[in-house]
């Protein structure tokens, strides 16, 4: 049994351990939740953000690695193993610091819907924006010898998360409005219909367009600014789709 085995056999039982750690903080803590953005207190927020942004990371590079060579070999292993520990490392340590009474669940009924979609809302912002970033680096790093797994691994990984961003929106407004719904065709009133409308069908045409340059990414690359345009255009669509709530009309509150 080679080293290269035993390292190699250590780099997916790194990438489980951390999701295995955090749905552990479920069985500590009685209003634990998996999906939870900013809440728990300062250094269970800040050291979870920490701790997935090095996991994704990570996560990333090996994927692209692995794409382009066909295999993992003992080097690349040696230097992703570091940071895939360091990021299982903060995850684990930041379940201890969650704290119970930092959450809109012990804040009474009143504060905590309203509280929580803006919650929702700042992590769609987030989520749209790295989206937008990693646009914007894999067009500035794009270079006539660099290989098209690289560009399609990253635009996958952008495209996904203006993906994830625009269903957080949804979720914010189901937070935000007692009748409000993740599918609720015509109804909000007229002018939350259009601006959905609108915000909907641009998101739609901006992800075809991400899917046709995934498939693709090679002649999309040539054209010089597309990747970033896509990528700021997403980001668009989620602070559009995010300013549009503001315009529904909740029935039930009349």
């Known amino acids: ?3 290269a085995n035993v390292v190699i056999a ?9 999701p295995l750690s955090h749905a552990a903080g479920k069985t500590m803590f009685k209003n ?23 996991y994704s990371v990570s996560l990333t ?12 070999e003992i080097e690349a292993a040696v230097r992703l193993l570091p940071l895939a520990f360091l990021s299982q490392f903060i995850i684990w340590v930041s379940v201890l610091y969650f704290n119970p009474d930092r959450t809109t669940a012990s804040t009474g009924p009143t504060s905590s819907d309203s509280m929580r979609a803006l919650k929702e809302r700042m992590m769609a912002i987030i989520l749209a924006f790295c989206g937008c970033l990693i646009c914007i680096f894999t067009d500035f790093t794009h270079t006539k010898d660099s290989a098209q797994v690289y560009e399609r691994t990253m635009l996958i990984v952008g495209s996904f998360l203006v993906l994830m961003a625009c269903v957080v929106v949804q979720y914010a407004g189901v937070c935000r409005f007692s009748n409000f719904r993740l599918w609720q065709p015509f109804r909000g009133g007229k002018k939350f219909i259009l601006m959905q409308v609108f915000g909907w069908t641009s998101f739609g045409f901006s992800i075809l367009i991400h899917l046709i340059t995934i498939v693709s990414p090679a002649p ?6 597309l990747v970033s345009t896509l990528g700021v255009w997403g980001f668009g669509n989620c602070a559009f789709l995010i300013y549009s709530q503001d315009f529904f009309e909740d029935e039930t509150a009349e």
């Open 10 to 18: 250590i780099a997916p039982m790194l990438y489980i351990s951390g």
């Open 61 to 72: 590079l090996g994927t692209v690695y692995v794409c382009n060579h066909h295999e993992l």
């Open 220 to 225: 999309a690359l040539k054209i010089s600014g």
């Open 1 to 3: 049994l080679s080293i």
């Open 32 to 54: 634990y939740s998996l999906w939870q953005p900013f809440e728990g207190g300062i250094i269970y927020v800040v050291s979870q953000a920490f701790g997935w942004m090095l």
